[in-house]
Protein backbone atom coordinates (compact mmCIF):
# COMPACT_ATOMS: atom_id res chain seq x y z
CA UNK A 1 0.00 0.00 0.00
CA UNK A 2 1.25 3.28 -0.98
CA UNK A 3 2.36 6.07 1.66
CA UNK A 4 3.22 9.58 1.61
CA UNK A 5 6.33 8.81 2.71
CA UNK A 6 7.48 12.83 2.70
CA UNK A 7 4.23 13.17 5.30
CA UNK A 8 5.54 10.07 7.46
CA UNK A 9 8.78 11.15 7.73
CA UNK A 10 7.10 14.27 10.53
CA UNK A 11 6.76 11.29 12.60
CA UNK A 12 8.80 9.65 14.86
CA UNK A 13 12.64 8.19 13.86
CA UNK A 14 11.80 4.43 14.94
CA UNK A 15 9.15 4.62 12.21
CA UNK A 16 12.32 3.71 10.57
CA UNK A 17 13.49 0.97 12.35
CA UNK A 18 13.45 -2.58 10.54
CA UNK A 19 11.06 -5.41 11.43
CA UNK A 20 7.51 -4.75 12.75
CA UNK A 21 6.63 -1.38 14.21
CA UNK A 22 3.35 -1.29 16.32
CA UNK A 23 1.88 2.07 16.80
CA UNK A 24 -0.51 1.78 19.90
CA UNK A 25 -1.25 3.00 23.87
CA UNK A 26 -2.70 0.64 26.85
CA UNK A 27 -6.15 -0.14 25.46
CA UNK A 28 -8.26 -3.74 24.34
CA UNK A 29 -7.43 -2.98 20.58
CA UNK A 30 -4.24 -2.52 20.54
CA UNK A 31 -3.57 -5.62 23.70
CA UNK A 32 -5.02 -7.75 21.47
CA UNK A 33 -2.01 -7.09 19.21
CA UNK A 34 0.72 -7.29 21.66
CA UNK A 35 -1.39 -10.50 23.01
CA UNK A 36 -0.11 -12.39 19.71
CA UNK A 37 3.26 -10.31 19.41
CA UNK A 38 4.34 -11.12 22.95
CA UNK A 39 3.23 -15.10 22.17
CA UNK A 40 5.27 -15.09 18.89
CA UNK A 41 8.43 -13.66 20.51
CA UNK A 42 8.44 -16.21 23.44
CA UNK A 43 8.08 -19.07 20.85
CA UNK A 44 11.22 -17.51 18.75
CA UNK A 45 9.36 -16.67 15.63
CA UNK A 46 10.03 -13.51 15.62
CA UNK A 47 13.07 -11.27 17.14
CA UNK A 48 10.94 -8.61 18.91
CA UNK A 49 9.39 -5.62 17.37
CA UNK A 50 9.34 -1.86 18.03
CA UNK A 51 6.68 -0.44 20.22
CA UNK A 52 5.62 3.23 19.17
CA UNK A 53 3.79 4.97 22.02
CA UNK A 54 1.14 7.55 20.96
CA UNK A 55 -0.72 10.05 23.38
CA UNK A 56 -4.25 10.19 23.18
CA UNK A 57 -3.94 13.22 25.65
CA UNK A 58 -2.24 14.77 22.34
CA UNK A 59 -4.24 13.22 19.82
CA UNK A 60 -1.58 12.08 18.05
CA UNK A 61 -3.41 9.48 16.19
CA UNK A 62 -5.30 12.12 14.32
CA UNK A 63 -1.78 13.61 12.76
CA UNK A 64 -1.41 13.69 9.63
CA UNK A 65 1.85 11.03 9.77
CA UNK A 66 -0.25 8.45 11.16
CA UNK A 67 -3.23 8.90 8.98
CA UNK A 68 -0.67 7.32 6.50
CA UNK A 69 -0.67 4.04 8.35
CA UNK A 70 -4.20 4.34 9.53
CA UNK A 71 -6.50 6.26 7.28
CA UNK A 72 -9.56 6.29 10.65
CA UNK A 73 -7.24 8.02 12.98
CA UNK A 74 -7.11 5.50 15.20
CA UNK A 75 -4.90 3.01 17.28
CA UNK A 76 -3.48 0.23 16.57
CA UNK A 77 -1.40 0.60 13.49
CA UNK A 78 1.25 -1.63 12.44
CA UNK A 79 4.12 -1.20 9.90
CA UNK A 80 6.22 -3.77 8.43
CA UNK A 81 9.48 -2.59 7.28
CA UNK A 82 11.02 -6.59 7.33
CA UNK A 83 13.59 -6.67 4.71
CA UNK A 84 12.15 -9.12 2.72
CA UNK A 85 9.64 -6.60 1.47
CA UNK A 86 8.57 -3.65 0.74
CA UNK A 87 7.26 -1.59 3.94
CA UNK A 88 3.28 -2.24 4.01
CA UNK A 89 0.72 -0.60 6.77
CA UNK A 90 -1.76 -2.28 8.25
CA UNK A 91 -4.83 -0.92 10.16
CA UNK A 92 -7.79 -2.22 12.37
CA UNK A 93 -6.71 -4.48 14.69
CA UNK A 94 -8.71 -7.83 13.25
CA UNK A 95 -6.65 -7.06 10.11
CA UNK A 96 -3.48 -7.13 11.91
CA UNK A 97 -4.17 -9.94 14.36
CA UNK A 98 -4.99 -11.69 10.41
CA UNK A 99 -1.93 -10.03 9.10
CA UNK A 100 0.55 -10.85 11.74
CA UNK A 101 -0.62 -14.49 11.88
CA UNK A 102 -0.04 -15.02 8.21
CA UNK A 103 3.15 -13.38 8.24
CA UNK A 104 5.03 -14.75 11.24
CA UNK A 105 3.48 -17.44 12.63
CA UNK A 106 3.75 -19.31 9.36
CA UNK A 107 3.07 -22.65 10.85
CA UNK A 108 -0.02 -22.00 12.44
CA UNK A 109 0.35 -22.14 16.45
CA UNK A 110 -2.25 -19.77 16.67
CA UNK A 111 -4.64 -19.68 13.99
CA UNK A 112 -5.69 -23.28 11.77
CA UNK A 113 -2.95 -22.77 8.55
CA UNK A 114 -4.15 -26.22 7.44
CA UNK A 115 -8.18 -26.80 8.21
CA UNK A 116 -9.78 -24.23 6.44
CA UNK A 117 -13.14 -25.33 8.13
CA UNK A 118 -11.44 -24.49 11.42
CA UNK A 119 -9.99 -21.45 9.94
CA UNK A 120 -13.57 -20.12 8.76
CA UNK A 121 -14.98 -20.67 12.05
CA UNK A 122 -12.33 -18.51 13.82
CA UNK A 123 -12.72 -15.80 11.27
CA UNK A 124 -16.59 -15.70 12.26
CA UNK A 125 -15.61 -15.13 15.85
CA UNK A 126 -13.02 -13.05 14.95
CA UNK A 127 -15.53 -11.18 13.13
CA UNK A 128 -18.21 -10.91 16.16
CA UNK A 129 -15.66 -9.30 18.39
CA UNK A 130 -14.62 -7.39 15.85
CA UNK A 131 -18.24 -5.95 15.07
CA UNK A 132 -19.86 -6.51 17.79
CA UNK A 133 -18.15 -6.69 21.27
CA UNK A 134 -15.36 -3.78 20.89
CA UNK A 135 -17.75 -1.58 19.45
CA UNK A 136 -20.74 -2.01 21.40
CA UNK A 137 -18.72 -2.27 24.66
CA UNK A 138 -16.80 1.32 23.29
CA UNK A 139 -20.28 2.72 23.60
CA UNK A 140 -20.84 1.42 26.78
CA UNK A 141 -17.33 2.75 28.32
CA UNK A 142 -18.45 6.57 26.51
CA UNK A 143 -21.88 6.68 27.64
CA UNK A 144 -21.16 5.08 31.44
CA UNK A 145 -17.67 6.94 31.60
CA UNK A 146 -16.64 9.44 29.52
CA UNK A 147 -20.26 11.15 28.22
CA UNK A 148 -20.39 15.10 29.36
CA UNK A 149 -24.15 13.89 30.32
CA UNK A 150 -25.28 10.82 32.04
CA UNK A 151 -28.00 9.57 29.44
CA UNK A 152 -29.75 6.55 31.24
CA UNK A 153 -31.14 5.46 27.75
CA UNK A 154 -27.49 4.79 26.64
CA UNK A 155 -26.10 3.35 29.31
CA UNK A 156 -28.51 1.13 29.34
CA UNK A 157 -28.76 0.43 25.86
CA UNK A 158 -25.40 -0.39 25.16
CA UNK A 159 -24.28 -1.64 28.93
CA UNK A 160 -27.60 -4.78 28.06
CA UNK A 161 -26.20 -5.15 24.12
CA UNK A 162 -22.55 -6.00 26.13
CA UNK A 163 -24.23 -9.06 28.38
CA UNK A 164 -25.91 -10.09 25.43
CA UNK A 165 -22.97 -10.36 23.55
CA UNK A 166 -21.05 -11.58 26.38
CA UNK A 167 -24.25 -14.45 26.57
CA UNK A 168 -23.16 -15.49 23.43
CA UNK A 169 -19.32 -16.72 24.27
CA UNK A 170 -21.41 -17.73 27.59
CA UNK A 171 -23.14 -20.19 25.30
CA UNK A 172 -20.47 -20.89 23.14
CA UNK A 173 -18.13 -22.09 26.07
CA UNK A 174 -20.55 -23.93 28.08
CA UNK A 175 -21.61 -26.11 25.07
CA UNK A 176 -25.37 -24.70 24.91
CA UNK A 177 -25.46 -25.11 21.40
CA UNK A 178 -23.59 -28.68 20.99
CA UNK A 179 -22.98 -30.33 23.97
CA UNK A 180 -19.48 -29.05 23.96
CA UNK A 181 -17.91 -27.78 26.97
CA UNK A 182 -14.47 -25.32 26.15
CA UNK A 183 -11.76 -23.54 27.07
CA UNK A 184 -11.23 -22.08 23.82
CA UNK A 185 -13.32 -20.16 21.42
CA UNK A 186 -12.22 -22.39 18.66
CA UNK A 187 -10.88 -25.62 17.90
CA UNK A 188 -9.61 -26.78 21.21
CA UNK A 189 -6.84 -24.25 21.34
CA UNK A 190 -5.50 -20.74 21.99
CA UNK A 191 -6.04 -18.89 19.11
CA UNK A 192 -6.01 -15.08 17.83
CA UNK A 193 -9.82 -15.58 18.14
CA UNK A 194 -9.16 -15.49 21.94
CA UNK A 195 -6.66 -12.44 22.21
CA UNK A 196 -9.26 -10.79 20.24
CA UNK A 197 -11.70 -10.77 22.53
CA UNK A 198 -10.45 -11.33 26.20
CA UNK A 199 -8.57 -7.86 25.86
CA UNK A 200 -12.08 -6.35 25.60
CA UNK A 201 -13.88 -8.69 28.07
CA UNK A 202 -11.36 -8.47 31.04
CA UNK A 203 -12.08 -4.23 31.19
CA UNK A 204 -16.14 -5.79 31.37
CA UNK A 205 -15.71 -3.25 34.60
CA UNK A 206 -15.06 0.19 33.30
CA UNK A 207 -18.66 -0.55 30.97
CA UNK A 208 -20.28 -0.99 34.40
CA UNK A 209 -20.32 -4.81 33.02
CA UNK A 210 -20.45 -7.42 36.02
CA UNK A 211 -19.30 -10.79 34.47
CA UNK A 212 -20.05 -12.86 37.40
CA UNK A 213 -23.78 -13.93 35.45
CA UNK A 214 -20.50 -15.79 33.19
CA UNK A 215 -19.11 -18.51 34.53
CA UNK A 216 -17.41 -19.84 31.84
CA UNK A 217 -16.45 -16.42 30.35
CA UNK A 218 -14.99 -15.50 33.56
CA UNK A 219 -13.08 -18.81 33.70
CA UNK A 220 -11.57 -17.98 30.02
CA UNK A 221 -10.71 -14.26 30.65
CA UNK A 222 -8.59 -15.84 34.01
CA UNK A 223 -7.05 -18.35 31.44
CA UNK A 224 -5.92 -16.20 29.12
CA UNK A 225 -4.84 -13.40 31.80
CA UNK A 226 -2.16 -15.76 33.58
CA UNK A 227 -0.35 -16.48 30.36
CA UNK A 228 3.24 -15.54 30.90
CA UNK A 229 2.54 -13.75 27.59
CA UNK A 230 -0.55 -12.15 27.88
CA UNK A 231 1.26 -10.30 31.50
CA UNK A 232 4.27 -9.21 29.34
CA UNK A 233 1.17 -7.92 27.08
CA UNK A 234 -0.36 -6.29 29.49
CA UNK A 235 2.80 -4.07 30.30
CA UNK A 236 3.06 -2.09 26.92
CA UNK A 237 3.70 0.42 26.44
CA UNK A 238 2.95 0.80 30.04
CA UNK A 239 1.52 -0.94 32.65
CA UNK A 240 -2.23 -2.11 32.69
CA UNK A 241 -4.08 0.10 35.59
CA UNK A 242 -7.38 -2.45 35.54
CA UNK A 243 -6.46 -3.92 39.48
CA UNK A 244 -5.63 -0.56 40.37
CA UNK A 245 -9.22 0.93 38.92
CA UNK A 246 -11.15 -1.68 40.47
CA UNK A 247 -9.18 -0.62 43.87
CA UNK A 248 -10.06 2.96 43.86
CA UNK A 249 -12.99 4.24 42.12
CA UNK A 250 -12.11 7.71 42.83
CA UNK A 251 -8.98 7.29 40.66
CA UNK A 252 -11.17 5.85 38.20
CA UNK A 253 -13.33 8.98 37.93
CA UNK A 254 -10.01 10.68 37.81
CA UNK A 255 -9.28 8.50 35.15
CA UNK A 256 -12.58 8.93 33.35
CA UNK A 257 -12.71 12.59 33.26
CA UNK A 258 -8.88 12.89 31.91
CA UNK A 259 -9.76 10.82 29.30
CA UNK A 260 -13.52 12.65 28.65
CA UNK A 261 -11.78 15.88 27.65
CA UNK A 262 -9.48 13.84 25.10
CA UNK A 263 -12.37 12.59 24.03
CA UNK A 264 -14.05 15.53 23.61
CA UNK A 265 -11.80 17.45 22.26
CA UNK A 266 -11.34 14.53 19.22
CA UNK A 267 -13.85 13.28 18.27
CA UNK A 268 -15.23 15.91 15.45
CA UNK A 269 -11.47 15.74 14.09
N1 LIG B 1 -12.00 -0.84 14.86
C1 LIG B 1 -10.76 -0.28 15.29
C2 LIG B 1 -11.02 0.56 16.52
C3 LIG B 1 -9.80 1.33 16.94
C4 LIG B 1 -10.11 2.28 18.08
O1 LIG B 1 -11.24 2.70 18.28
N2 LIG B 1 -9.06 2.61 18.83
C5 LIG B 1 -9.22 3.51 19.95
C6 LIG B 1 -8.43 2.99 21.12
S1 LIG B 1 -9.02 1.40 21.68
C7 LIG B 1 -8.66 4.85 19.58
O2 LIG B 1 -7.66 4.96 18.89
N3 LIG B 1 -9.29 5.89 20.06
C8 LIG B 1 -8.82 7.22 19.84
C9 LIG B 1 -9.80 8.08 19.14
O3 LIG B 1 -10.99 7.74 19.10
O4 LIG B 1 -9.37 9.11 18.65
C10 LIG B 1 -9.76 -1.41 15.60
O5 LIG B 1 -10.21 -2.46 16.03
O6 LIG B 1 -8.55 -1.23 15.38
Redesign the pocket.
Given at each position: MSMNTEILAQGPKELNNPGLVLLL?Q????G?VTYLTEELKALGKIPGYTVVP?S?SK?E??TPWFEQL?P?????ALLDNRESKSPIRV??????LLYIAKTCDTDGAFWFKDDEDLQTELVSWLAFT?GGT??MQ?QANHFFRYAPEKIPYGIKRYQDETRRLYSVYEAHLSGKHDGQKKEWLVGGRYTIADMNAQPWVRMAFWAGVELDEFPNVSAWVERIEQRPATQAALKIPEQDKLSQLKADPEAAERMAQQASK??ME??N?
Open positions: ATPNAKIFNQKNNGRMPFESMSIHGPGWIGQK
